[in-house]
């Protein structure tokens, strides 16, 4: 599209501006206006044909892309409609399939609770069987005890007594009725003397009878009371074995803490050895050290006393050198002197003049010789000072420096004690915390014996007032059917029982097979009131 510019003709500005009008009328009646800075021979209008393909062809793409989203937006909803309508429907294959699920998911849980339920049936059962079994075996091991072992052959031998007494009265029961019968066969007839024979000829047999049945009743029970002595013989025995395999134990034991004992001490003597020698090695090396230092000392002591003899001797062989040059060179001067004399003495009559001025020349050089030599002897003796203040500094700087080598090792050698103290402190906390420790240990291990003790007491009395509250009632039980009742009572108060050891409650520990209920607290039943019932429970 190309902008009208000003060159164009005029007629055609003016059929331009007459469309623009029409247009703008349009627009106006289209209700679009244009701002008053535009410069309408700067615009093209275009039909609103045009201008509607162009806006269509530039929006395509986007009422595409809303359309395809529209579409799939109506498929899905499409779809789930679908499947919201055939989700009940019962005659489809995933009907089918969640019905049989759900019945095989109803069908398992069935099992389950079945198998739950025949779990359960099954445990209490089994925890039945295990109480009674527990029951039952807690009943013998009571019965089984030395004691109730011991109660029972008394509750036995009053059985025996009673079971005596009961036939001597049978007996005399039987000879007072065969008195009274002998008195009436005496007013009978004589022909019943054969049928009271014949009768007593029968009561004889049945007494043989009797008789041989009683022997063998006792034999039998001789021989029970054989058995059970010699099963308490062999429990006796077993006992007596494990009682020295517990003795044999408990010194090996004793045999091992004492040997832990002598380990320990010897460790202990070792570390204490290891510490005295560490200690002696540390004061030999440090003894090493001062006789280190000191022959230092001393080294450096004799190596500036060398030094110094050394530069004193230097100074003499120097000063004896001067003093060499000196008398040279006055020998030297004196034998010029001489010479100068005789050659004056042999030429003092020639020469006066030429003397006078020779001696005064000689005097003036003997005067500058002597000054250069006391120059020169001032020079050296300057020389001499200034060496023996360098090395009185020198001197003093060593000195200072050994004094401040001396206050280090000093300061060192004291903090090296400081920390050996605390060292030593330290060590001495510690063991006097293990000292205390162990103390209170023991006090714990001794308060500790003595509650043990006082609950073996406490278990003790307990057991016994059960086993009196069980021979009480068997005592009572008894009571009522014969007088017989000293093994009993002689049982239940000393605890012997036809041979049985006593109850011991003491310091030595109490015996445990004379408990009257389990582990747990429960009260054993006495179900066992008769001497039969007690043979055959045995």
């Given at each position: 599209?190309?902008?009208?510019?000003?060159g164009?003709?005029?007629?055609r500005?003016?059929?331009?501006?007459a469309?623009?009008?029409?247009?703008?009328?349009?627009?106006?009646?289209?209700?679009?206006?244009?701002?008053?800075?535009?410069?309408l021979?700067?615009?093209?209008?275009?039909?609103?044909a045009?201008?509607?393909?162009?806006?269509?062809s530039?929006?395509?793409?986007?009422?595409?892309?809303?359309?395809i989203?529209?579409?799939?937006?109506?498929?899905?909803?499409?779809?789930?409609?679908?499947k919201?309508?055939?989700?009940?429907?019962?005659n489809?294959i995933?009907?089918?399939?969640?019905?049989k699920?759900?019945?095989?998911?109803?069908?398992?849980?069935?099992e389950?609770?079945?198998?739950?339920?025949?779990?359960?049936?099954?445990?209490?059962?089994?925890a039945?069987?295990?109480?009674?079994?527990?029951?039952?075996?807690?009943?013998y091991?009571?019965?089984?005890?030395?004691?109730?072992?011991g109660f029972?052959?008394?509750?036995?031998?009053?059985?025996?007594l009673?079971?005596?007494?009961a036939?001597?009265?049978?007996?005399?029961l039987?000879?007072d009725?065969?008195?009274?019968?002998d008195e009436?066969e005496?007013h009978?007839?004589?022909?019943?003397?054969?049928?009271?024979?014949?009768?007593?000829?029968?009561?004889?047999?049945?007494?043989q009878?009797?008789?041989?049945?009683?022997l063998e009743?006792?034999?039998?029970?001789?021989?029970?009371?054989?058995?059970?002595k010699?099963?308490?013989?062999?429990?006796?025995?077993?006992?007596?074995?494990?009682?020295r395999?517990?003795q044999?134990?408990?010194?090996?034991?004793?045999?091992?803490?004492?040997?832990?004992?002598?380990?320990?001490?010897?460790?202990?003597?070792?570390h204490v050895?290891?510490?005295?020698i560490?200690?002696?090695?540390e004061?030999?090396?440090?003894?090493e050290?001062?006789?280190r230092?000191?022959?230092?000392?001393?080294?450096?002591q004799?190596?500036?006393?060398?030094?110094k003899?050394k530069?004193?001797e230097?100074?003499?062989?120097?000063?004896?050198?001067q003093?060499?040059?000196?008398r040279?060179?006055?020998?030297?001067?004196?034998?010029?002197?001489?010479?100068?004399?005789?050659?004056?003495?042999?030429?003092?009559?020639?020469?006066?003049?030429e003397?006078?001025?020779?001696?005064?020349?000689?005097?003036a050089?003997?005067?500058?010789?002597?000054?250069?030599?006391?120059e020169?002897r001032?020079a050296?003796?300057?020389?001499?000072?200034?060496n023996?203040r360098?090395?009185k500094?020198?001197?003093?700087k060593?000195?200072?420096?050994?004094m401040?080598?001396?206050r280090?090792y000093?300061?060192m050698?004291?903090a090296?004690?400081?920390?050996?103290?605390?060292?030593?402190?330290?060590?001495?906390?510690?063991?006097?915390?293990?000292?205390?420790?162990?103390q209170?240990?023991k006090q714990?291990?001794?308060q500790a014996?003595?509650?043990y003790?006082?609950?073996?007491?406490?278990i003790a009395?307990?057991?016994?007032?059960?086993?009196q509250s069980?021979?009480?009632q068997?005592?009572?039980?008894?009571?009522?059917t014969?007088h017989?009742l000293?093994?009993?009572?002689k049982?239940?108060?000393?605890?012997r029982?036809?041979?049985y050891?006593?109850?011991s409650?003491g310091?030595?520990?109490i015996?445990?097979?004379?408990q009257a209920?389990?582990?747990?607290?429960?009260?054993?039943?006495?179900?066992?009131?008769?001497a039969?019932?007690?043979?055959?429970?045995k």
């Open positions: 599209m190309a902008a009208a510019g000003p164009r003709p005029r007629g500005r003016r059929s331009e501006a469309v623009s009008h029409h247009l703008e009328e349009n627009n106006v009646l289209d209700g679009c206006f244009l701002p008053n800075e535009v410069d021979r700067q615009v093209i209008v275009l039909p609103k045009e201008w509607e393909r162009i806006q269509y530039l929006d395509s793409t986007t009422r595409e892309a809303a359309r989203l529209a579409e799939q937006k109506e498929r899905e909803e499409m779809r789930l409609r679908s919201a309508a055939v989700k009940d429907w019962p489809t995933m009907g089918l399939a969640q019905r699920l759900k019945a095989k998911k109803l069908r398992e849980e069935r389950e609770e079945e198998r739950k339920r025949l779990d359960l049936e099954e445990q209490q059962f089994q039945a069987k295990r109480k009674e079994a527990i029951d039952c075996a807690k009943t091991l009571y019965y089984q005890t030395e004691r109730v072992k029972h052959s008394a509750l036995l031998l009053a059985e025996v009673k079971e005596r007494d036939q001597v009265e049978f007996k005399k039987k000879s009725v065969n008195k009274k019968k009436e005496e009978e007839c004589k022909e019943a003397i054969l049928r009271e024979q014949e009768k007593a000829h029968q009561h004889y047999l049945n007494q009878a009797l008789r041989r049945d009683q009743q006792i034999k039998e029970r001789k021989q029970q009371a054989d058995l059970a010699l099963e308490d013989k062999r429990e006796g025995e077993q006992i007596q074995r494990l009682n395999l517990y044999l134990e408990i010194q090996r034991k004793m045999e091992k803490e004492q040997e832990e004992k002598v380990e320990h001490q010897r460790l202990y003597h070792e050895s290891n510490q005295k560490i200690k002696a090695i004061e030999q090396k440090q003894m050290e001062d006789d230092i000191k022959a230092h000392f001393k080294a450096k004799t190596i500036a006393k060398l030094i003899e530069k004193a230097m100074r003499r062989l120097k000063q004896e050198h003093d060499k040059i000196v040279q060179l006055a020998v030297q001067m004196n034998e010029a002197l001489k010479m100068e004399d005789d050659r004056l003495a042999r030429d003092i009559e020639k020469k006066e003049a003397q006078e001025k020779e001696l005064k020349e000689k005097e050089k003997e005067k500058a010789a002597m000054e250069s030599i006391a020169h001032a050296v003796l300057k020389m001499k000072a200034e023996e360098e090395e500094a020198e001197g003093k060593e000195l200072h420096a050994l401040e080598k001396n280090i000093l300061e050698e004291k090296k004690k400081q920390r050996q103290r605390d060292a030593s402190m330290e060590v001495q906390k510690i063991q006097i915390q293990q000292m205390a420790e162990k209170a240990k714990q291990e001794k014996d003595l509650d003790e006082a609950q073996r007491e406490a009395l307990c057991k016994e007032r059960e086993f069980y021979a009480k068997v005592i009572e039980s008894e009571s009522k014969t017989h000293y093994p009993l009572l049982a239940s108060k000393d605890g029982g036809l041979g050891r006593p109850f409650s310091r030595e520990g015996n445990t097979n004379s209920q389990d582990d747990a607290g429960t009260q054993l039943p006495y179900s066992c009131t008769t039969q019932e007690v043979k055959n429970m």
